[in-house]
């Protein structure tokens, strides 16, 4: 059921100016109609407000849902120190390579002597190449690092990072749907708790203005109990009247009064219960606006019962709801079952890895002479230190078997199904018994206040005629007050059967799946 942008709109400014008034301005009592109490209590209500949350819930899952097919993104970064690392040609013949470098050195040397034209430059033996070497290195105040693992780096940074594109997740497709699904069904739930709380909001200042008038005719018997004692006591004091009547007068007196303060406490509670459900500050002093009154009791004499239960079937969005959670449990199922098919993802990783020693500063040759040397540094961030690595490519997942948990688990959602569909066909059922139920309360109502209507206009005679004869001197003070007392009670059932009428109306309306209306009506007389 949906109003206006306008009209709530409206409302929202409303109550917050009536929740936010001043402590002196909330003094003042605010004069409320039902009409006015329905949108406040629309836009207030505790449980309506939960209701919509449940949608606002539902949205955020939609975004969730279709987050499992929009590219992942994630950034990495790490410092790894490498205490001591092993050697990887530990245990193979490789290891001993490193070891002879020196002896390339010297064979690359004395290679170049034979080819050289210079007839001064003659091949050397091994032990001269060291020397030599050696003492090209303490010239200049360097050593050369020996014995550690050539693989061996301190520092290790790696940062990256790694895009992943779904481009066939049955499951996460599937519940995209569901997540829809269920954005739906809370909006039914909304629709239909809007009805609820108008019936609720109904009945509860029906309620409210039942006790009301049900204060005010105490009230009125009252007054005319304490005129009745007044005579009385005249009419002792005279002479004319034993004693025993004045008592008896003051004793219905004092227990019409007990009355009137319990029917002031139930009055004051009933429009406290009104505030709760329109969701004002319970000390708020509110007054209602508007008369407890049956207009046109046979408006739905006409209306059948098929027609009013066609009308609920085709309006309530409760039955829509059940039946979407039986679309929503196959939705569920859709989800499992796709656990048979493969997923099929695109990923890229980029990554910057960075392997940094501790010393930086290496021996290197001068003007490639094998034993000159000189010292270099290098920055922290050097090229030499640092590395780009890209790849991409495509993933398949594909579950072969798992013990046949998927097929268990397509089963459980099957039974959930045929469940939910039992739920539906149970709501259906309850919804025309409902229908049903409320027609039949209906009419029973209208036919109470008919009889009632008749009872007060007898009840209001009888008690003339016998104010009339006492004034007469032919009824006793007795009789004048046991009309009274039939009077009051004539009203008090009236008014009891308009606000079971009014309610039953409410129900009715309720049932059938909105607040009625002229064309609505109309429809339901004419099926």
Known sequence: MRRPVYIVFFVLVGSFGLLQRPAAAQNAPVAITLDEAIQIALANNYVMQQTRLNVDNAQAQIREAWGQVLPQVDLQSSYTRNLKSANPFAGSEAGGLFSSFGLIDWLAYN???????????????????????????????????????????PN???????????LYNGSAFAAIRGAKQLRELNERAVDRQEQILIHEVRTTFYSALLAQEQFAVVEQSVDRMARTLNETI??????????????????ELANLETQYVNAQNAATKAVDQLK???????????????????ADPGLFVNVSTQSAVAAALERRPDLEQARLAVDLRRVDRSITQAQYLPRVDLFANFNYIGRVPDNRTFVTSVDDDPFTFRSETESFFSRSYWNPSIN???????????????????QQRQVAIDQAQLDYERQLASVSLEVQNALRDLEAAR???????????????????ARTRLREGVATHLEERNASEQYDQSQLNYLQAVHDYLVARSAFETAVGMPLQGTDILNLTRN
Do not use: C
């Not at 210079?118 to 090209?136: H, M, N, V, Y």
């Open 392 to 410: 991409a490519g495509l993933r398949l997942t594909w579950n072969l078997f798992n013990g046949f948990q998927t097929s268990s688990q397509v």
């Open 276 to 294: 709760m459900v329109l969701g004002i500050p319970i000390e708020q002093p509110l007054r209602l606006r508007g008369e407890l009154e049956a």
């Open 111 to 153: 290679e170049d002597a034979r080819t050289d034209t210079d007839p001064s430059t003659d091949p050397i033996s091994l032990d001269e190449f060291f020397d030599r070497r050696q003492a090209g290195l303490d010239e200049a105040g360097l050593t050369l690092g020996g014995g550690e693992n050539p693989f061996s780096v």
């Open 156 to 166: 290790e940074f790696l940062n990256g990072v790694t895009i992943n594109q779904t």
């Open 234 to 251: 005249r009419l002792v004091n005279q002479g004319i009247a034993p004693k025993f009547q004045r008592l008896t007068a003051e004793v």
């Open 447 to 465: 036919r109470r206040i008919l009889a009632q209507e008749q009872n007060v206009q007898r009840a209001a005679l009888n008690y003339e005629h």
